[in-house]
């Protein structure tokens, strides 16, 4: 397996500076969440670093993924939103040798959520979303309640990101609907 240093290495060459230090600070703050749920402190760093890593790859790239490795060809009917996560993992591991299956369904689901998401997944998809970087109107709740209850933050998000995504007529992957109805009638 890669070090740190050789993925990092990897990583800034896929991305864009502003991309490549937002990785960092998801990094950091995973990291962070780890230590205080008792996470893999070395599978959240991971995880944080690679979680984007496929964010900057042309669509043609993501649509050979899915048609040589015959991911669900619904994926076909989404974007870059959706094939950075699910595609990207796939990327992750045949690329950057990154084999763990629970840091690869974090990365895989970074984006949407999961019905069902280990405790690494919900600090992955909770550290994107409240890196501090982040800028916007509910962050400063979402950071408090992940650092209260993470499975609150896990459902605060998703309700947000749902609303955001009907109000500007976005197409919804099944998948955060999953999330929506998993998470959100239990914490809200
Ligand atoms: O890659 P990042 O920008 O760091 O963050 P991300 O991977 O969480 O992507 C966030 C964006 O993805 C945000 O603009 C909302 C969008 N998104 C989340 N779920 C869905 C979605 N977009 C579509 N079209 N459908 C979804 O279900
Ligand atoms: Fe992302
Ligand atoms: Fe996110
Ligand atoms: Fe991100």
């Not at 998809?125 to 800028?135: F, N, V």
Request: net charge neutral; proline share 4%.
């Amino acid at each position: 397996p890669m070090t740190r240093q050789e993925l990092i290495e990897h990583l800034r060459a896929a991305l864009r500076d502003k991309r490549f230090e937002h990785v960092l600070r998801v990094e950091k703050t995973a990291i962070e969440l780890a230590g205080q749920y008792g996470v893999d402190v070395e599978a959240a760093s991971i995880a944080g670093l690679c979680h984007d890593y496929a964010k900057q790859r042309a669509d043609e790239d993501f649509i050979k993924v899915i048609k040589a490795k015959k991911l669900d060809p619904d994926l076909l009917n989404y974007g870059n939103a959706i094939w950075h996560g699910f595609v990207g993992a796939e990327m992750v591991k045949d690329e950057l040798g990154v084999h763990d299956e629970d840091i690869l369904n974090a990365i895989r689901f970074h984006t949407t959520g999961a019905a069902y998401m280990t405790k690494l997944a919900q600090i992955i998809y909770m550290a994107d979303y409240i890196e501090p970087g982040r800028d916007f109107p509910a962050v400063k709740k979402a950071r408090k309640l992940t650092r209260q209850d993470l499975g609150a933050g896990v459902a605060y998000q998703t309700k947000h990101t749902l609303l955001y995504l009907i109000k500007n007529n976005a197409p919804i992957h099944p998948q955060t609907l999953a999330t929506f109805n998993a998470w959100v009638p239990q914490y809200g």
